[in-house]
Structures are given as C-alpha cells and as structure tokens.
C-alpha cells in the first residue's frame, strides 16, 4: 500500500489548525483507498510490478514530495464526491497508485455513469503560479495534438481491473485562501456540503478545459478520432451536470470565484 508519510509532505506555507487537522484526515483516507500496485500480480506477474516499483523509486529520488494542500485538495475531492454528490449520483473517485500518480502525471480518477463509465483523469493542484499550472495544461494538449490520452496502468473499479487508455486529463485547483475557507466550512459546520459553490467552481474548471480540448482535437484530429470521442464523452457529462447545479451560482459566485488565482487561471 501506498504509504503517505506525514513527515515527507513538503510543508510550504504552514497549514492553520484546521486545515492540519483535516489534511491528517484526508490523507489516511486516502492511503487506505489508493490502488496498490501489489493488487495487480495476477495482472502484470510479480517481475513486472517489481521492475515498475523500481522505476518509482529512481522517480521519487529526483521529484519532489507532494504539498501538503495539495493532499488536502485530493482528499476533498475523494471524500465529497461521494459523500457529498459533488460529481452526481453515479459517480467515484478513485487515488491512483504512487506509479500513476507520477507516471500520468494526475492523482485520482472520477468515474461517471451507470451502464457505460466515463472516467476523467484529475491532476489535482493548490499551486497559483501561471507557469506551473500552463505546464500542466500545455502537457494534456500536446498528448492531444498527437491523438493521444493518458494511459493508467494500475486500475481497478468494478469488473475491470488493468490498464486504462484515452482517459481525458484535467486539471482542477483552488488557491490556499478557499481551502481555508472550506476547512473551517467543515469544521464549524456551516453548511452543508452538497450546496457548497466549491463543486461548482470545479466544474467550471473541467468544462473550461474540456471544451478547449475537444475542439483542439477536432481541429487536428478531426471529430472520429478516438480522443476526440472520448473527450466529447467526458465534456457532455461535465456540461450536463453543470446544468444541474446551477443553482448553486448564487448572486455573488462570480466574484468569489474569481478571487481564487488558480480558478481565475485555470478558466481563462
């Protein structure tokens, strides 16, 4: 099992009491959800697990540890979207292994729909550098441009257990100052969080994304190309569900909305 040391989390701007508290929440959770790579044996055989684990060894001496917030945000996500319906009813989210997690460069991937799955992949961030969160888009449109999506080799839900291919990739932040607010949100109780805007400004952040990439692929691919279908079939589901909680845009989400850097930039 991925096992999330507490200690290695690369603490940039110290977390307030809350927020410390819900991080060590989260990240237990998450390190009892993630997919295990041991998992996979009757997969890939022991040798290829073990060859790919070395491989991640070599990674993680060369990369930096995660941020704390950025942990924290997974751990949002993971929770809520069940718990909470942030992405509706026949929906999860599902913490990669440590080797997707560095490999497809995202960190959990939401599953959507009943009879047929549509499955997004979400690079999860609480940076608000523009360079940074440019690179992280600009990755997911080269792949396009070349007619290609992420690939997941640990990955199991349901029925189907291997690798994963053309899975759209997004990239969906918050900047500390809304985490903040949410953690104090949970703690204190003040709403409920089925009707927290921050789902919406998620939302807002996929479709923006989406909807770019579907037309890139359009442009380039053309319509039949197979990223471009499986893109259409993501954004169709993000639109639709966005149709369905509009009613969280309340009369003043523009402008907290828009108050949040890496929402502003990743929507722009």
């Not at 995660?66 to 992405?87: M, P, Q, Y």
């Not at 990669?96 to 959990?108: F, I, N, P, T, V």
């Not at 369905?244 to 309340?250: A, M, N, P, T, V």
């Given at each position: ?13 110290p ?51 995660k941020t ?5 945000l997974?751990?949002i996500l993971?929770?809520?979207a ?19 997690d560095?490999l ?5 991937v939401?599953?959507?729909?009943e ?5 997004i ?8 550098a523009q ?16 007619g290609?999506l992420?690939k997941?080799?640990?990955f ?5 257990k ?5 899975v ?9 100052e809304?985490?903040?607010?949410f953690?104090d949100?949970?703690l ?17 952040e ?10 890139t ?9 197979r ?14 569900l966005s ?16 108050a949040?850097w ?7």
């Amino acid at each position: 099992m991925f096992a999330l040391r507490l200690d290695k989390v690369r603490q940039l701007d110290p977390l307030r009491e809350g927020e410390n508290l819900l991080f060590k929440k989260y990240a237990k959770t998450l390190e009892e959800y993630r997919l295990k790579m041991e998992d996979f044996e009757d997969v890939y055989g022991r040798e290829t697990i073990e060859k790919d684990r070395a491989f991640l060894e070599a990674l993680k001496a060369k990369e930096d540890a995660k941020t704390d917030r950025g942990v924290l945000l997974e751990g949002i996500l993971a929770e809520h979207a069940e718990l909470s319906n942030w992405f509706g009813q026949d929906s999860s989210v599902i913490p990669l292994s440590e080797y997707d997690d560095r490999l497809a460069h995202g960190d959990l991937v939401l599953e959507m729909g009943e009879e047929e799955k549509v499955r997004i992949l979400m690079d999860v961030t609480s940076s608000v550098a523009q360079n940074t969160l440019e690179k992280k888009i600009d990755r997911s449109i080269d792949s396009i441009k070349a007619g290609r999506l992420s690939k997941i080799k640990y990955f199991e839900s349901g029925d189907f257990k291997g690798r994963l291919e053309y899975v759209p990739r997004v990239v969906v932040g918050l900047n500390p100052e809304t985490l903040r607010e949410f953690c104090d949100d949970v703690l204190q109780d003040k709403n409920r969080q089925e009707k927290n805007p921050l789902q919406m400004m998620l939302l807002d952040e996929m479709l923006h994304q989406l909807t770019f990439m579907y037309e890139t692929a359009k442009e380039v691919r053309g319509k039949d190309d197979r990223a471009a279908e499986e893109i259409k079939k993501a954004l169709k589901l993000i639109q639709d569900l966005s149709i369905k909680k509009e009613s969280l845009r309340d009369h003043d989400y523009d402008r907290k909305a828009n108050a949040d850097w890496a929402y502003k930039a990743l929507t722009s």
